[in-house]
Structure formats: structure tokens, C-alpha cells
């Protein structure tokens, strides 16, 4: 089946430093992926969709300078955490669809990020 | 907009047990569920889904039923396995013509299995 990749894994970084995580579809193009937070014990919530080639759209609440999104390509989109802070820590997953739109069993997940800022 | 959410924070089972989650949501006008199973540390797994048109469907010992008259739905485990403990979520699409890509999750329920 299709694989979802994400990297890294986990990652500690300081107070005030940028995290780049990378989410890659890996045997198939992904024009859209999708972004989420997760904070322990708690559910998914969705922060932005990526877009190939354009701006990513942003949720509510969801700071998009602070949150920076690139789609270059149509199997990686990258998230970029600037000036971390420790509410920043959180574990963040990305999922991705080999369709435009197709049903539940097509899209999947990355194994997700776990952010823990100092 | 959509919620949805789950009656319980935790299901404690003992193997071999039957397990059902349950969950609600808010939107009559859903037509598209997933149930999603996430162990510590990973990504959501698809588990099953059901569309509205249907009351029920059945997987590999797994089966939702769909009660659109009290916008409730449930995840039936049947002889439940160790392996099966994790915390599940269910889905629904966000939104018109979004495809069911923008989900919105319950706030998900952990399943505990002892031996």
C-alpha cells in the first residue's frame, strides 16, 4: 500500500530555534497533504493544508508565519516551526492521498513528529 | 460546524472480550465516517468506514454500526486481542466538497486489553 513518510521522528531543539520536518509520499504524487497536532492524550487537529505549487491554506487559530508550509514538489511538503517555543512541543502528523478525493481508506498518515522544545 | 466526539475516555477489556466504542457527532448532514486506530507514538491507522446509506459494515472482527437517527455510531471489536489496545478515533469529513481529506476527529478513546 501507499507509504507516508516523516521525518524525523523526534526531534529536541532550544527555545527560539526553527524545526523543519519533512513529510514524504513515497510511492505516489500527493498534490494535497494535510498537517495536524496532536498534544498528549488528546485528539488530532488539523492545521493547515498543502498545496503543490501554491499557498497552503491555514485553520483558525493557526499561525501561518509561524507555522511555514512548502509543497515544491508532489512527494514532499515540509513544516517549518520558527522561533519554537515550549507550547510548541506537540506531536505533529501529516497525511496524504494518492487521489483528489477518494474515501478513508485512501489517505494516510505519516508516523508522525515529536516536537519537545526546551 | 462538525464535532465529534466519544462517550469515554477509556475502555478497559479483558482478552478475548468483545470491545465497543462509541461516538457522536453533531452534524446531520455527515455522510461519511472512519474509524482510525493510533498506537503510542505512530500515526492513525484506517481501521473501517461507513457511509451513510448503510447501518452497518463489517471488516476482519471488526464492525461499525450507524444510528443516524441519534447521530451516534460504534466500533465493535470482537474477541479482542492485546494488540488491539490502542486509542481510537473517529472521523468525519469537514466541510462540503472537500472530499473526505479535512477530517475532523473525536477526541478518541484508549483501549486497554489485559490478558
Known amino acids: 500500500g501507499a507509504v507516508v513518510s516523516q521525518h524525523p521522528s523526534w526531534v529536541i531543539c532550544k527555545s527560539g530555534t526553527s524545526v523543519k520536518i519533512e513529510c514524504r509520499s513515497l510511492?505516489?504524487?500527493?498534490?494535497?497533504m494535510f498537517w495536524y497536532r496532536q498534544f498528549p492524550k488528546q485528539s488530532l487537529m488539523l492545521m493547515a493544508t498543502?498545496?503543490?505549487?501554491?499557498?497552503?491554506?491555514?485553520e483558525q487559530g493557526v499561525e501561518k508565519d509561524k507555522f511555514l508550509i512548502n509543497h515544491a514538489s508532489l512527494t514532499l511538503s515540509t513544516l517549518t516551526v520558527t522561533s519554537a517555543h515550549p507550547e510548541d512541543s506537540s506531536f505533529y502528523i501529516c497525511?496524504?492521498?494518492?487521489?483528489?478525493?477518494?474515501?478513508?481508506?485512501?489517505?494516510?498518515f505519516g508516523s508522525g513528529t515529536q516536537l519537545s522544545v526546551l | 460546524g462538525e464535532s465529534v466526539g466519544l462517550h469515554l475516555p477509556t475502555l478497559s477489556v479483558q482478552e478475548g472480550d468483545n470491545s465497543i466504542i462509541n461516538c457522536a457527532y453533531s452534524?446531520?448532514?455527515?455522510?461519511?465516517f472512519i474509524w482510525y486506530k493510533q498506537e503510542s507514538g505512530k500515526g492513525p491507522q484506517f481501521i473501517i468506514d461507513?457511509?451513510?446509506?448503510?447501518d452497518k459494515r463489517q471488516g476482519q472482527r471488526v464492525t461499525v454500526l450507524l444510528n443516524k437517527t441519534v447521530k451516534h455510531l460504534s466500533l465493535q471489536i470482537a474477541a479482542t486481542q492485546p494488540g488491539d489496545s490502542a486509542v481510537y478515533f473517529c472521523?468525519?469529513?469537514?466541510?462540503?466538497?472537500?472530499?473526505?481529506?479535512?477530517?475532523?476527529f473525536g477526541t478518541g478513546t484508549r483501549l486497554l486489553v489485559s490478558p
Open positions: 472521523a468525519a469529513p469537514w466541510g462540503r466538497n472537500t472530499g473526505f481529506q479535512k477530517l475532523v
Open positions: 497525511s496524504a492521498t494518492p487521489h483528489d478525493r477518494a474515501w478513508g481508506e485512501k489517505l494516510f
Open positions: 498543502s498545496n503543490e505549487g501554491s499557498k497552503a491554506t491555514y
Open positions: 510511492d505516489f504524487q500527493a498534490t494535497t
Open positions: 452534524n446531520s448532514a455527515s455522510d461519511y
Open positions: 461507513i457511509r451513510s446509506n448503510m
